[in-house]
């Protein structure tokens, strides 16, 4: 087929998709970041959130009839997505729904993944799609779905599979397949205790990225059947796929093929799922030479936001110069006479005078007062740390007052000082 043509098939098949995107998770590894704002709102990167990652994959893939399942704490989430995502327009039947859990076909919310899919049937079918994708809303990647949609269509597929190879001690946190020549499915395991490593890839599994692809006549067919069946828990993982790969054509499909924009021979997927992988993935960010490229302009990631003014570092006497090395600063940070280095400053963090911010990430409308020192920190949004804090320098000072991590990540949040409680994160 003719690159040309290739593209022309490609372009038919994420047109004639929805993506329902699970967003709904509270993700309580992440502690206090997620007490008041959903997992796939906690804020990335400087100026993103998580959920603008999976958006911005469908969106770049042509995949624009879009559904969000949420459940909770959802308020900075939704608004998040009305102000940055209604650029779509409905006028070529593209558009980002906001699906909050709202018992349309019972008095229950969602009680699995594919229960919060079944509760949304009537709003699918109104779009009349032939391919559903499921998509979580709470990782940190760049892939192409037209790709995996083009091999599903190819391999007359029911259900398609997104996969990644982890290392065997990681593998038990996901579902875990087994997969012969052709890449059909024919073993899976949902978080197993012993995974079982790839043929001739020692050490390493194949884990399931929880993205997948049905044709959606079976997808509406499976979630009646599985809602029917008693003792069910309603989830991809644990009851839809061990049924299915049995009985029906289940494929993996290789994110390698599809990931978008990553260093050569490495495919980027982040689970920022707990406070040390969070900090890490951010700081990877202001590396020389990060793992993840935000600056692909043919793969941009959009999100919302405010109008603000460039950042600014102010004063340049001997022992008060305002400067920031190996770090993002976002718009609207003003570095006062203070140093920061490898680190990540949210929009509109102010740092005072003859403070200084090391390793840390540095969430949006943080003011750090003077004479400051920060290490190793992740703060929180619209803290206000007082003139002379110390943190990351003391554990054992700092779990007095903070959350302190096994790998040393001190998390600091407006409730841990004191201060007002920030409901709008």
Same mark, same amino acid.
């Given at each position: 087929m003719a690159t040309d043509s290739n593209a022309r098939f490609v372009s038919r098949l994420t047109k004639d998709s929805y993506a329902l995107v699970l967003a709904g998770g509270r993700g309580s590894r992440l502690r206090d970041l997620t007490d008041w704002r959903a997992k796939p709102a906690v804020p990335f990167g400087g100026k993103f959130r998580i959920v603008d990652f999976v958006l911005s994959n469908c969106v770049n893939s042509g995949v624009r009839k879009i559904g969000i399942a949420t459940q909770y704490k959802a308020h900075s989430l939704i608004r998040h997505v009305q102000r940055g995502w209604s650029f779509l327009d409905g006028r070529f039947d593209e558009f980002v729904d906001v699906l909050p859990a709202s018992?349309?076909?019972? =008095?229950?919310?969602? =009680?699995? #993944?594919?229960?919060?899919v079944f509760q949304n049937l009537d709003i699918i079918r109104a779009h009349k799609p032939a391919f559903v994708l499921v998509l979580g809303g709470d990782h940190i990647y760049k892939m192409d779905y037209g790709t995996m949609l083009a091999e599903h269509v190819s391999r007359q597929a029911d259900l398609t599979v997104a996969c990644i190879e982890v290392p065997v001690p990681e593998a038990s946190a996901f579902g875990v397949m087994g997969v012969d020549a052709d890449w059909r499915v024919r073993d899976f395991q949902e978080k197993p205790a012993a995974p079982r490593e790839i043929p001739g890839r020692p050490g390493m599994a194949l884990a399931s990225m929880g993205i997948y692809i049905f044709n959606a006549p079976f997808l509406y067919e499976q979630l009646i059947r599985d809602t029917d069946t008693p003792g069910s828990t309603h989830d991809f993982g644990r009851d839809i796929i061990p049924y299915l790969v049995p009985r029906y054509r289940v494929f993996a499909h290789d994110f390698r093929d599809s990931c978008v924009g990553s260093k050569e021979g490495q495919a980027y997927w982040r689970d920022v799922g707990t406070v040390d992988a969070f900090w890490e993935a951010n700081l990877d960010l202001a590396r020389v030479d990060p793992d993840l490229n935000m600056y692909d302009e043919d793969w941009p990631i959009w999100t919302w936001q405010e109008q603000l003014p460039p950042a600014k570092f102010v004063f340049d006497d001997a022992q008060r110069r305002g400067l920031a090395v190996d770090s993002l600063v976002s718009g609207g940070c003003v570095v006062s006479g203070s140093r920061v280095a490898r680190s990540v400053l949210f929009s509109k963090v102010r740092v005072h005078s003859f403070a200084s911010v090391e390793d840390s990430v540095i969430l949006p409308e943080v003011t750090v007062g003077r004479y400051a020192k920060l290490r190793r920190c992740v703060v929180d949004k619209r803290c206000h740390l007082p003139e002379g804090l110390e943190v990351g320098f003391d554990h054992e000072a700092d779990r007095r007052r903070?959350?302190? #991590?096994?790998?040393? !990540?001190?998390? !600091?949040?407006? =409730?841990?000082?004191?201060? =007002?409680?920030?409901?709008?994160?």
């Open positions: 018992q349309r076909l019972d =008095e229950g919310w969602y =009680e699995g #993944t594919a229960d919060a903070f959350h302190v #991590t096994e790998r040393g !990540i001190t998390l !600091i949040t407006p =409730e841990m000082l004191g201060q =007002e409680t920030p409901h709008q994160r």
